[in-house]
């Protein structure tokens, strides 16, 4: 299956997967903005952002994609940052559709305790291509049919795995 990448920027640097079975491809930082400054053009001199505790920014990675209909890529975090450094995603997976083609980017909030520079080139997250059923049309109706779950959502089931 072929996606097809564009550079937006000549200093993006393309998706790789580290591993051969890898899941993602992790997506490089070409600069990043406070969500103020998202329509902002690239900033050619960008080496480094300081994410305080609480803060958000939009890492911006200067390519573009492009999917066949029946896909999509999500935009997920990568394990070691959240891990260490309380660095995650807003919007987890973020979800960029087949007809998208701008800019991939990528909301990261700090969670942490502690203030993290996120500088060029920091692998930040990964992106995970997914089939989607486009043909799914939705049908209004007064009532459902039955089932043994009903409506019980949100932890209705507990925590312990003893009954």
């Known amino acids: 299956m072929k996606v097809q990448i564009k550079r937006l920027h000549p200093e993006a640097m393309i998706p790789e997967r580290q591993t051969k079975l890898a899941s993602g491809f992790d997506l490089h930082v070409l600069d990043a903005v406070l969500p103020e400054n998202a329509s902002d053009p690239y900033y050619d001199h960008f080496?480094?952002?300081?994410?305080?505790?609480?803060?958000?920014?939009?890492?911006?990675?200067?390519?573009?994609?492009q999917m066949g209909e029946g896909m999509e890529a999500q935009v997920r975090p990568r394990?070691?940052?959240?891990?260490?450094h309380g660095i995650t995603l807003l919007n987890s997976p973020g979800t960029v559709d087949a007809d998208y083609t701008g800019d991939v980017g990528v909301i990261l909030i700090n969670l942490g305790d502690k203030h993290v520079d996120i500088?060029?080139?920091?692998?930040?997250?990964?992106l995970v291509f997914q089939p989607v059923f486009?043909?799914?049309?939705?049908?209004?109706?007064e009532s459902l049919n039955e089932t043994e779950r009903g409506d019980g959502g949100f932890g209705h089931t507990g925590v312990n795995s003893q009954p």
């Open 47 to 65: 080496e480094a952002i300081r994410i305080f505790p609480g803060e958000r920014i939009l890492v911006r990675t200067g390519i573009a994609i």
């Open 79 to 84: 394990s070691g940052l959240a891990l260490r």
């Open 119 to 126: 500088r060029k080139k920091d692998r930040v997250a990964q």
């Open 134 to 141: 486009h043909q799914v049309e939705l049908e209004e109706r």
